[in-house]
């Protein structure tokens, strides 16, 4: 096919890779180390690049040819003398684990700089051109936290704004809001982005031993948007598995008779809205947009019934039948939450206050507390993304992988939230990535780009391949074949050629 000449740039994803190391296996798919790959685009031609995250992680490994620093689902015994004063001790080191740097989820931009992610308190500085691993970098060094999101938002100021948990620090456990400020220069010197990192606001958790997980939040013009739900991490669970001989992951409970709380912070003022919102139970990895309107909040996010979507990718569940034998038990709803936050003080209880035209409701209660539930938007949608420069605004559009009643993504979708018209593109045995859209330097429209998507096959004979869809009416615009063993990745983003500005060291 043929390449619209303004697509310039590079497409970098991230994915786990490697799942074996000598004789030992990693028990889960999202433990494997971190693999980065590009596609960087040049007058019309596509380039590849593949190369493993060379994290301390990584290195250890691979020095020991076997398993020794332990990920979420897999814990490693560096040391195979396992006697009781060993024991005790290590014990001790691992009340609060010191957590792996196998950056494997996604890519972060702070000021001109990108960073590979995951949920711990480190991430690495990578060289997008050259796909080479650079500094290493301790959150907990700035801020108190000892967990993060691989999700983070941007502003229009350039700042990088995340959220990370602190763990009983000072006898609380709390969510806390940091903004990362582009770097700035000190006497023509370049100073680290990170030495004015700036704590936001903090939420505290509803139990100091039982925070909430989360993956993602959301974000409109003037406020945060913290679901805190049911799928729970247990903190002296935690601080046990590594004597217990068990991973963090079983750490990790659904409590699925609890509320889910919404939690609204005013970025002018740092303070979080009084009136309590909850809806029922849920599990939710990945908010796609929120924005305001009429003294609401509308927020969409795709949610699910239970928290089996991670036990699906348990290795051993992973077999040549896992797209026929793996079902989920739940499957993933695009919901739509309207929450009032101007209303009627006077309103009668029971009565519902979202005034805007939708079948989602919010009910205010005896004790002044308010139920919301969800409109049902779609379903079968999961690795949603959107027009960015719509994020925090009112938007149409929403690109995702379609996901049924299996976990593995068979069609990349497009769905128009006002009319409902989805338009998708599928081939048989081919196994799409998230889909990134890119729009054009002249859009006028939101869909106004392309959207481009990583494509694996479960047939041996067929190469993976970079897929470009018209974002539009999703024809196809052409595809570049890469004739390497291609992974399923997890999550990426483009960077235009424009900020493609990398410091020669």
């Known amino acids: 096919g043929q390449l619209p000449t303004w697509l310039q740039g590079m497409l970098l994803r991230n994915g786990p890779g490697m799942h074996t190391i000598g004789d030992t296996k990693y028990n889960h798919w999202f433990d494997g180390l971190a693999l980065l ?105 700035y801020v108190a936290i000892n967990v993060t999101t691989s999700h983070p938002h941007y502003d229009s100021a350039g700042n990088t704004l995340n959220m990370g948990t602190s763990i009983v620090d000072k006898g609380k456990t709390k969510y806390i809001l940091f903004k990362i400020s582009p770097s700035v220069s000190e006497k023509g010197k370049k100073k680290s982005c990170f030495k004015d990192l ?27 948007v913290f679901i805190e739900q049911p799928f729970k991490l247990d903190i002296v669970k935690m601080a046990t598995a590594y004597v217990r001989g068990v991973n963090w992951a079983s750490c990790l ?79 993933p709803i695009c919901k739509r939450f309207v929450v009032p936050l101007q209303y009627d003080k006077d309103a009668e209880v029971g009565s519902n206050l979202v005034t805007l035209p939708s079948t989602a409701t919010a009910v205010k209660e005896k004790d002044g507390s308010i139920y919301c539930q969800p409109e049902r938007l779609c379903e079968g949608i999961e690795l949603p993304r959107i027009n960015y420069d719509y994020n925090g605004k009112k938007y149409k559009h929403i690109f995702a992988t379609e996901v049924q009643w299996s976990p593995v993504p068979t069609k990349i979708v497009k769905f128009n939230i006002q009319t409902k018209e989805t338009l998708h593109w599928e081939e048989h045995h081919h196994w799409p990535s998230e889909p990134i859209f890119v729009p054009s330097p002249d ?48 999550h990426g983003m483009f960077i235009p050629e424009k900020d493609l500005k990398i410091e020669t060291e």
Not at 63 to 73: D, L, M, T, W
Not at 198 to 224: K, M
């Open 37 to 141: 790959h590009s596609f960087t685009f040049k007058n019309g031609e596509v380039y590849y690049r593949s190369k493993y995250l060379r994290s301390d992680t990584y290195n250890s490994n691979i020095e020991a040819n076997r398993i020794v620093v332990s990920e979420f689902g897999t814990m490693a015994y560096p040391d195979p003398c396992k006697n009781i004063f060993a024991k005790a001790f290590s014990y001790l080191s691992h009340t609060i684990p010191e957590f792996t740097d196998n950056c494997l989820i996604n890519i972060m931009k702070t000021g001109d700089d990108f960073y590979a992610t995951s949920e711990t308190n480190f991430i690495r500085k990578i060289n997008p051109l050259t796909l080479e691993t650079l500094e290493k970098v301790d959150y907990s060094k």
């Open 198 to 224: 700036e704590v936001v606001c903090s939420i505290p958790s509803r139990s100091l031993l039982h925070p909430s997980y989360y993956h993602s939040f959301g974000i409109t013009e003037n406020y945060i």
């Open 253 to 331: 409970s659904y409590h699925k008779e609890d509320k889910t709380w919404f939690h609204f912070v005013d970025k002018k003022t740092k303070k979080e809205v009084h009136t309590k919102f909850y809806t029922d139970a849920m599990v939710s990895f990945h908010h796609i947009n929120a924005y305001e309107e009429d003294g609401h909040i509308i927020f969409d996010i795709i949610a699910y019934a239970d928290n089996s979507l991670y036990d699906m990718f348990y290795l051993k569940n992973l077999n040549k039948d896992f797209e026929e034998s793996n079902k989920l038990t739940s499957i």
């Open 443 to 490: 859009a006028r429209e939101e869909d106004d780009g392309v959207v481009l998507t990583c494509v694996v096959t479960s047939d041996p004979k067929d190469a993976p391949f970079l897929l470009v869809l018209d974002a539009k009416t999703f024809k196809e615009l052409g595809r570049a074949t890469v004739n390497v063993e291609m992974h399923l990745d997890l």
